[in-house]
């Protein structure tokens, strides 16, 4: 089946650590995705990328990296930069501009 | 710049009632509008879309939609909730050039028997 995967669903870390969330897609899409959902603040954009070894800022990339090395990863780097880093983290990709996003499962961090 | 105002936080809703879920947007340019559902602890899910053509979206598990341009909102419907349809709902829209996402803070919708 054809989805997007993120790993781990929980993810626990002490203050001060970086800490990499995966994501993995076989939809074959050119364009990911990170968002951050904090409660009562819908999804913000963290990073997007449009094509591999290419990417761009979101609305809220302070304190995050990533990467896109491969059509199917973009895994996202929280540093220590990050002020408040405790959140749920959705991942998404889409075919084309305009397209609907598919999600993934998400991953829960919790900064200690 | 766009933006996406749903104007609910959360609504509350007896089984088999009919529900609707309101959504605003503001853009300077054409837009592509979007409602997802959230359950608990989960990603979101796709439950229609507007591209273009007919302004009623007809979407997945009984939802459907109505774009209307003049007064820039999506209000999201149902005529007969279930209590599986508890969850939060989010409207987004894309307009820029690139076809980014905005989101609405979403409306949580709670069923009750």
């Known amino acids: 089946d054809g989805g997007i995967t993120q790993s781990p669903k929980y993810l626990f870390r002490k203050e001060g650590q970086n800490v990499t969330l995966s994501c993995e897609q076989n939809?074959?899409?050119?364009?990911m995705y990170w968002y951050r959902q904090d409660p009562g603040q819908g999804l913000r954009l963290i990073y997007y990328s449009q094509i591999v070894n290419d990417f761009q800022k979101g609305d809220i990339a302070e304190g995050y990296s990533v990467s896109r090395e491969k059509k199917e990863s973009f895994p996202l780097t929280v540093t220590s930069a990050q002020k408040n880093p405790t959140a749920f983290y959705l991942c998404?990709?889409?075919?084309?501009?305009?397209?609907?996003?598919?999600f993934g499962p998400g991953t829960r961090l919790t900064v200690t | 710049a766009q933006s996406v105002t749903q104007l609910d936080s959360q609504v509350p809703v007896f089984e088999e009632a009919p529900v609707e879920l309101r959504c605003n947007y503001s853009s300077s340019v054409s837009v592509y509008l979007f409602w997802y559902v959230q359950y608990p602890n989960q990603g979101l899910q796709l439950l229609l879309k507007y591209l273009s053509g007919s302004t009623l979206v007809k979407g997945i598990n009984g939802f459907e939609a109505e774009f209307n341009k003049s007064q820039t909102s999506f209000h999201l419907r149902k005529p007969s909730v279930h209590i599986s349809d508890t969850a939060e709902y989010f409207c987004a829209v894309s307009a820029d050039s690139w076809g980014k996402l905005q989101f609405g803070a979403g409306t949580q919708v709670v069923v009750t028997p």
């Open positions: 939809l074959n899409h050119d364009a």
């Open positions: 998404a990709s889409s075919h084309r501009r305009h397209d609907e996003q598919y």
